[in-house]
């Protein structure tokens, strides 16, 4: 019964240290505003990897392979989890680029619209919430409990980037005047 208790209370810790750690992360200083060449290439397709990574059909399919262990699953479950967890950063990184470049651009323009301001805020909620969430779901998978749920976190990064696109529309500004260095 206290093994049981202390496992728990060990597994609790470890969740409250990722969920700490995650926040730190997001609340880190933002990197500088992204060129419009970044923007434009700028594509979610570099995360398509993450949907089949965590794939359990891998680690059923290993199983029936001769001269299975159990430590093999083991050891790729810990790589996948390292390999997906960068792929993490590197989306927290990109969204926060994307938020920054689309924030220095309005202030660029002295724009005051209050309901893009609204909007970038609630896009920046549901994706930190996505990615809080994700490595929660990161955490206990590397026990071998569920899986993690990729979509919120796609949903979440393409919005940004839809609303990045759609600013300059959205208030009425040419073509001609987006190209100032930003999105």
């Not at 609340?27 to 419009?36: D, W």
């Amino acid at each position: 019964m206290m093994i049981s208790l202390t496992a728990v209370g060990l597994v609790c810790v470890g969740l409250l240290v990722v969920l700490v750690v995650s926040l730190r992360r997001l609340l880190r200083a933002s990197e500088a505003p992204v060129t419009v060449e970044w923007a434009k290439s700028f594509s979610l397709s570099a995360y398509a990897p993450m949907e089949r990574l965590l794939d359990e059909g891998d680690f059923e399919f290993l199983k029936t392979q001769p001269g299975y262990d159990r430590k093999i699953a083991k050891d790729l479950r810990a790589k996948r989890v390292r390999i997906f967890r960068a792929y993490l950063g590197m989306m927290s990184r990109d969204f926060s680029r994307l938020h920054s470049t689309l924030q220095s651009y309005l202030l660029s323009l002295e724009v005051d619209d209050p309901q893009i301001s609204a909007e970038m805020v609630r896009q920046k909620w549901l994706f930190q919430r996505a990615l809080v969430v994700a490595h929660l779901q990161l955490e206990l998978y590397s026990l071998g409990i569920g899986t993690v749920r990729c979509a919120p976190l796609m949903d979440a990064i393409r919005s940004m980037g839809n609303l990045a696109g759609d600013v300059p529309t959205l208030l009425g500004i040419p073509a001609a005047s987006q190209s100032d260095g930003y999105v």
